[in-house]
């Protein structure tokens, strides 16, 4: 059987990326999937592969920065279908530069599309959580290099998404929820352009990666959010993970 059969998710950024890879996995283990986005047309995509594949979907535009946004998509998820298990806050903005080259505005964006946006979330989604949820945020391995430079920015941004998910694993256990967050390394179409637009870096990184490859977005990342989200990890609560073939130390 299936492990997430009669659970629903909402998993945010799921037009493509990682988001769409963790919908299509989630999918897979039997969960009906509420795909948020600011991109219809993506979504729609992602909904109709979904569907192919025999699987439950449902697109729901969303400016995960806008409060109302947000609280109209929670609320159209639930009204659809009747319920909400399973919450992956993982769009995002990404700020990268050098503190000098970051702008206040791409700052802003990187805060109120993550850790804010994430803060709504798991608050909007928590009445719907409680008793069995699982909540899956997202950290970055960049917050734990020797050498920050150029990932300053982004990586304090990512970090108070971990700080949050540590919060909420600690003050909603009692209610039946778990929160857990993931540091992924997944070949999305963010990736793509990085090793296009810096090849020599990118693929000085790829290098320190043990397993010798960037993961795919569904049956690396996705089939590890599907577990996490399962049964299968019910005492796993609080954690920050590294799914990324071993190139981050999180000790």
């Known amino acids: 059987m299936a492990r997430l059969a009669g659970k629903v998710a909402l998993v945010t950024g799921a037009g493509q990326g990682v988001g769409q890879g963790i919908a299509y996995a989630l999918a897979a283990e039997g ?5 948020a986005g600011r991109t219809l047309s993506k979504l729609q995509a992602t909904v109709a592969e979904i569907e ?5 979907a449902f697109a729901v ?5 806008r409060a109302a946004s947000a609280k109209a998509c929670v609320d159209a998820v639930v009204a659809h279908f009747g319920k909400l298990n399973i919450l992956v806050n993982n769009a995002q903005e990404v700020a990268l530069g050098t503190l000098n080259e970051v702008s206040d505005e791409a700052l802003i964006a990187g805060w109120e599309s993550g850790p804010l946006a ?7 989604c928590y009445p719907y959580l409680k008793g069995d949820g699982v909540i899956v945020n997202f950290g970055t391995s960049a917050a734990k290099r020797w050498d ?12 108070a998404t971990r700080q949050l998910t ?10 039946g929820i778990r929160t857990n967050a993931i540091l992924p390394l997944g070949d999305s179409p963010a990736m793509a352009w990085w090793m296009r637009e810096r090849p020599e870096e990118s693929a000085a990184f790829v290098a320190t990666v043990p397993q010798g490859y960037v993961g795919s977005c569904e049956n690396d990342v996705g089939r590890f959010v599907a577990t996490l989200c399962s049964e299968d990890c ?11 073939g071993g190139q981050a130390y999180l000790g």
């Open 234 to 244: 019910r005492y796993i609560n609080g954690q920050s993970i590294g799914v990324d």
């Open 31 to 35: 969960a009906a999937i509420a795909v």
């Open 148 to 159: 920050v430079s150029g990932y300053g920015a982004y990586a304090a941004i990512k970090e």
């Open 166 to 175: 540590r919060a909420a694993a600690c003050e909603w256990a009692k209610d």
């Open 52 to 56: 192919r594949r025999g699987g439950k």
């Open 118 to 124: 994430t803060f709504r979330l798991m608050k909007l």
């Open 61 to 65: 535009e969303c400016d995960v920065k």
